[in-house]
C-alpha cells in the first residue's frame, strides 16, 4: 500500500472564518475515501485544495507524491475531477463533450476514438451520442460526467457529490463505476451526502465545522460510536455523543 494522498494540519480560510481546519489524513492507493459532511461542513473547500485549484492557508499536503502549494499543474495532469457543479457543455452533443475533454487531457485522435467507443459502450449510450447533453436525464449526465473524468487514466478521481438529485438505481450504476475504476487500481475520493453510499468506502472522514470529527471504515466508525448504520454515526457525532473508549 503506498500513499497517494496525504494532508497536514491542512487549513483554509476566508477571512477570518476557517472554512477548513487543520485536517490530516492519508489515502493510500486503490482506496474508496468518502468524504462526509453536512452543508457548509467543507468538503468542497478541501477538495480543491487537493485538486491544485485553491492555494491553502496554512498545513501540508501532496497528490500523488506533488506538493499542493508548488505544484498544482503536475497535479492536474495526474488526476480527474468532477465537480459539484455539472461541469459537461450542455450544449454540445455526448460525442463532442467527449473529443473535447479528451483534447483537452491530451490524448491522440486514435486514443480518442478508441476511448470514446469504449465509454459509450460502457454507458449504454450509442444511441444518444448525437444528443445535447444538456437533454439527458441527470443521472446519465453524471455517468459521462464521471466516465469524462477518468478518460486520461488519471491515479486519483476526485467526485464532488457526483450523485446528487439522482434516484437510488442511478447511484448504484453509477457507484459500479466508481467499483470498476477503483480495480483497476485507480484511488477514489469522494464527497457524498448519502449514508447508503458511505457504506460503499473503503474508509469514511466525517467533516463537522471545517474539522474532521471521525475517520474509520465504516464498521470501525459503528463501533466507535455503537450504532447500528453510518446514519447513527452522522447523527451521534453531529450532537457531540460520547464514543466508545472515550
Ligand atoms: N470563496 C469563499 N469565500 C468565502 N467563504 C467561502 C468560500 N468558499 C466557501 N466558503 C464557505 O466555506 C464553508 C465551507 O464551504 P464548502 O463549499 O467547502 O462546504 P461543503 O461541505 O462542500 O458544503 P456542501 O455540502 O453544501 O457542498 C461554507 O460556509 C462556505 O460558505
Ligand atoms: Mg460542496
Given at each position: 500500500?503506498?500513499?497517494?494522498?496525504?494532508?497536514?494540519?491542512l487549513s483554509k480560510h476566508f477571512?477570518?472564518f476557517k472554512a477548513v481546519s487543520?485536517i490530516?489524513?492519508?489515502?493510500?492507493?486503490?482506496?474508496?475515501?468518502?468524504?462526509?459532511g453536512?452543508?457548509g461542513a467543507g468538503k468542497t473547500t478541501a477538495m480543491r485544495m487537493l485538486c491544485?485549484l485553491s492555494?491553502p492557508t496554512?498545513?501540508?499536503?501532496?497528490?500523488?507524491?506533488?506538493?499542493?502549494?508548488?505544484?498544482?499543474?503536475?497535479?492536474?495532469?495526474?488526476?480527474?475531477?468532477?465537480?459539484q457543479?455539472?461541469?459537461?457543455?450542455?450544449?454540445?452533443?455526448?460525442?463532442?463533450?467527449?473529443?473535447?475533454?479528451?483534447?483537452?487531457?491530451?490524448?491522440?485522435?486514435?486514443?480518442?476514438?478508441?476511448?470514446?467507443?469504449?465509454?459509450?459502450?460502457?454507458?449504454?449510450?450509442?444511441?444518444?451520442?448525437?444528443?445535447?447533453?444538456?437533454?439527458?436525464?441527470?443521472?446519465?449526465?453524471?455517468?459521462?460526467?464521471?466516465?469524462?473524468?477518468?478518460?486520461?487514466?488519471?491515479?486519483?478521481?476526485?467526485?464532488d457529490?457526483?450523485?446528487?438529485?439522482?434516484?437510488?438505481?442511478?447511484?448504484?450504476?453509477?457507484?459500479?463505476?466508481?467499483?470498476?475504476?477503483?480495480?483497476?487500481?485507480?484511488?477514489?475520493?469522494?464527497t457524498?451526502?448519502?449514508?447508503?453510499?458511505?457504506?460503499?468506502?473503503?474508509?469514511?472522514?466525517?467533516m463537522?465545522?471545517g474539522?474532521?470529527?471521525?475517520?474509520?471504515?465504516?464498521?470501525?466508525?459503528?463501533?466507535?460510536?455503537?450504532?447500528?448504520?453510518?446514519?447513527?454515526?452522522?447523527?451521534?457525532?453531529?450532537?457531540?455523543?460520547?464514543?466508545?473508549?472515550?
Open positions: 500500500m503506498q500513499t497517494v494522498i496525504h494532508a497536514e494540519k477571512g477570518d487543520e490530516s489524513f492519508n489515502v493510500q492507493t486503490g482506496e474508496i475515501f468518502g468524504f462526509l453536512a452543508n491544485g492555494i496554512s498545513g501540508k499536503a501532496s497528490v500523488a507524491g506533488f506538493d499542493v502549494f508548488k505544484q498544482t499543474e503536475q497535479i492536474k495532469k495526474n488526476i480527474g475531477y468532477m465537480s457543479k455539472f461541469s459537461l457543455y450542455e450544449d454540445l452533443t455526448v460525442t463532442e463533450n467527449i473529443r473535447f475533454f479528451g483534447g483537452i487531457y491530451g490524448l491522440s485522435n486514435a486514443e480518442l476514438k478508441e476511448k470514446s467507443e469504449l465509454l459509450i459502450n460502457q454507458l449504454g449510450l450509442q444511441n444518444e451520442t448525437k444528443k445535447l447533453v444538456g437533454a439527458l436525464p441527470l443521472g446519465w449526465k453524471q455517468k459521462l460526467s464521471f466516465s469524462v473524468a477518468v478518460l486520461h487514466n488519471p491515479k486519483i478521481v476526485f467526485l457529490e457526483p450523485t446528487g438529485g439522482v434516484d437510488p438505481v442511478t447511484r448504484r450504476q453509477f457507484w459500479d463505476l466508481i467499483y470498476e475504476a477503483a480495480e483497476r487500481g485507480v484511488t477514489i475520493f469522494v457524498t451526502h448519502y449514508m447508503d453510499e458511505a457504506e460503499y468506502c473503503n474508509r469514511v472522514s466525517i463537522v465545522d474539522k474532521i470529527e471521525a475517520l474509520d471504515s465504516p464498521t470501525g466508525l459503528k463501533e466507535q460510536f455503537n450504532a447500528d448504520s453510518m446514519n447513527e454515526v452522522f447523527f451521534e457525532l453531529a450532537r457531540g455523543a460520547k464514543r466508545n473508549g472515550d
